[in-house]
Nanobody, 121 residues
Framework: QVQLVESGGGLVQAGGSLRLSCAASGRTFSRYAMGWFRQASGKERELVAAITWSGGSTYYADSVKGRFTISTVNTKNTVYLQMNSLKPEDTAVYYC??????????????WGQGTQVTVSA
């Protein structure tokens, strides 16, 4: 059974930092790309960062460039999202997702359950 389990969300003041973790299990993910999405209340889910397990390819949404860093620890099958200089507009439920290399992020193969991030002004 494939599982993506997120952790690390919480409440932080603007300007603060959080690190989200996503532990992947249940299959080999070497041919998958991993991503972090977020969904704020009343808004559509958006891809904020993505990475391949080799780390050779990364993507960041313009809204988080320079503040968020996505990384992997292959030996732990874990993906991290380091979030610095957080803003109230970063408040959302953050989801980990996986898609096969060559497919689109519009239809990921697997989703985590989500973790809430709240940034207070």
């Amino acid at each position: 059974q494939v599982q993506l389990v997120e952790s690390g969300g919480g409440l932080v003041q603007a300007g603060g930092s959080l690190r989200l973790s996503c532990a992947a299990s249940g299959r080999t993910f070497s041919r998958y790309a991993m991503g972090w999405f977020r969904q704020a209340s009343g808004k559509e889910r958006e891809l904020v960062a993505a990475i391949t397990w080799s780390g050779g390819s990364t993507y960041y949404a313009d809204s988080v460039k320079g503040r968020f860093t996505i990384s992997t620890v292959n030996t732990k099958n874990t993906v991290y999202l380091q979030m610095n200089s957080l803003k109230p507009e970063d408040t959302a439920v953050y989801y980990c997702a996986a898609r096969r290399i060559g497919s689109a992020w519009s239809t990921p193969d697997y989703w985590g359950q989500g973790t809430q991030v709240t940034v207070s002004a």
